[in-house]
């Protein structure tokens, strides 16, 4: 396909709203959520240029959650080469004052060249754009046993996508296991082949309110994200970035004030940063106020108050660090207030496996054992970190195949966000991810680079063809 039609595919690939609410965010995910038909338009979409491309499809629904599975089976055979190239299509929401998100726009940029921006352009419907763009030329090799997984719950965690396409497609339905894992689920033409585990993680506190005497007044504290161009959660650095909620923390705790109410800008899920946290407070008159007349009684969050003292050394919990190079972090980037509780949404990233629940849940317990009030603590853990050694079969096919369509030699990293991959990786699958140029990911104004996805749409197959053909074996 031309670059028009890369361009093509994702400007309608943007179109379609498949964000879906927090499923630990109480306020958003209740019983009564029924996936929007966005999702199922996008999945038809996609199978329709399958199809043309001559791939077999079959449709799953999972929790509501359309996925769509194509194949391409030129060898079905024992000896054959299987590989899995999967895909998600849902995106995270879009904050509210980015009022053209699902409509792409494309500039052009003095540094980069002309980029497009919409919600899910890199993250990942620009990976799932220059894929469609390669099918027709995936579907005339002669060699391999080769599958593309469509998810629309990997923001969700994936338990109602590729867990299920693991489990009661490939195990149960197929009697088939790939050897090979490649996701377009990354940022930056580079070969991820090392990520940490993400845990999702509920604490629920007891709602408590007290009255006291004092002036009120009104605080913001910001985000400030240097270490990239994200508000995803897993690119937080504690050394060098500030955190809003965190921030808020650390004033508190210097501060014999009191929490009258606390909103976010935006609290939108759990692994999204918040851009500000603003502190509606009450200064008692027991701080030397000096026009102690103009103090009225107010009824304060007493519960919240406590906790949120303490929030800022979070990120200081004392986790086994494993194979990595970013170490552990910890954000609190949702706080809801209901009427008898306090829910706190936290995104932990690990090299902990979902086989350390116990030890998680016990270090959580004893942060806030210094404080009245003992939180209930559900942790969401997926299978484990994605490990795939540097002079493995797949990372050395894709430098081969990244060099033959470019000319150029790509390096291998680690990086911080989780992919569905994880769900393959700890079964001693090796994985990748590898994606387009792009920045702003779960943020504003979200871009992608389309020379970019040019180069990208070129590897796929290039990838396909170096490991079907078993000529790096």
């Not at 999702?39 to 929790?63: D, Q």
């Not at 940490?196 to 005497?213: L, Q, V």
Request: charged residues 25%; aromatic residues 8%.
């Amino acid at each position: 396909m031309s670059d028009d039609s890369i361009i093509k595919i994702l400007s309608e690939l943007v179109s379609f709203k498949t964000f879906s609410p927090d499923i630990l965010n109480s306020q958003q995910f209740t019983s009564e959520y029924k996936v929007p038909d966005s999702f199922f338009k996008c999945r038809k979409f996609i199978e329709r240029i399958l199809l043309e491309a001559n791939f077999k499809t079959e449709n799953y629904e999972f929790g509501g959650f359309p996925m769509l599975v194509a194949w391409h089976r030129p060898e079905k055979h024992k000896n054959a080469t299987r590989i899995l190239l999967l895909m998600h299509f849902d995106v995270v929401p879009a904050e509210k004052t980015w009022k053209n998100a699902f409509k792409m726009t494309t500039r052009d940029d003095s540094e980069l060249g002309k980029v497009a921006e919409g919600r899910g352009v890199t993250d990942m419907k620009g990976g799932v754009s220059a894929l469609l763009a390669s099918v027709k030329k995936i579907s005339e090799f002669t060699n391999g046993d080769i599958c593309i997984g469509f998810t629309s719950d990997e923001e969700l965690g994936g338990a109602r996508g590729t867990a299920n396409l693991l489990s009661e497609i490939f195990r149960k339905k197929k009697n088939w296991m790939p050897q090979y894992v490649i996701t377009a689920d990354a940022a930056g033409e580079e070969i991820i082949n090392l990520r940490r585990n993400a845990h999702f993680i509920r604490a629920t506190f007891p709602r408590t309110k007290k009255k006291i005497t004092g002036i009120k007044k009104v605080l913001t504290f910001n985000s400030k994200i240097i270490s990239a161009k994200t508000s995803h959660a897993a690119y937080y650095r504690k050394e060098i970035d500030q955190h809003a909620v965190y921030e808020a923390s650390k004033y508190l705790d210097k501060n014999n004030e009191y929490i009258l109410s606390i909103t976010g800008k935006e609290f939108l899920k759990t692994n999204i940063i918040p851009k500000e946290v603003v502190l509606e407070l009450v200064v008692p008159n027991n701080n030397n106020i000096k026009d102690p007349k103009n103090s009225l009684e107010y009824e304060i969050e007493d519960s919240l108050t406590e906790i949120m003292k303490m929030l800022h050394i979070l990120p200081s919990i004392p986790l086994p660090q494993g194979k990595t190079s970013l170490g552990t972090n910890i954000t609190v980037n949702i706080i809801n207030l209901f009427e008898e509780r306090i829910e706190m949404l936290i995104d932990l990233r690990s090299m902990l496996k979902s086989t350390d629940k116990e030890l998680l849940e016990d270090s959580f317990r004893s942060l806030f054992s210094s404080i009245r009030f003992e939180p209930k603590v559900e942790i969401q853990s997926f299978a484990g970190p994605i490990i795939t050694p540097e002079d493995s079969l797949l990372v050395r096919s894709a430098k081969k195949a990244w060099k033959s369509v470019t000319g150029k030699d790509i390096t291998t990293a680690e990086r911080g966000g989780a992919t569905d991959a994880r769900f393959f990786s700890h079964l001693g699958i090796e994985c990748i991810d590898i994606g387009p140029i792009g920045f702003n990911v779960h943020s504003t104004n979200e871009t992608v680079v389309l020379e970019s996805l040019k180069r990208l749409s070129n590897f796929f197959p290039e990838l396909v063809k170096t490991l079907s053909s078993k000529e790096m074996n």
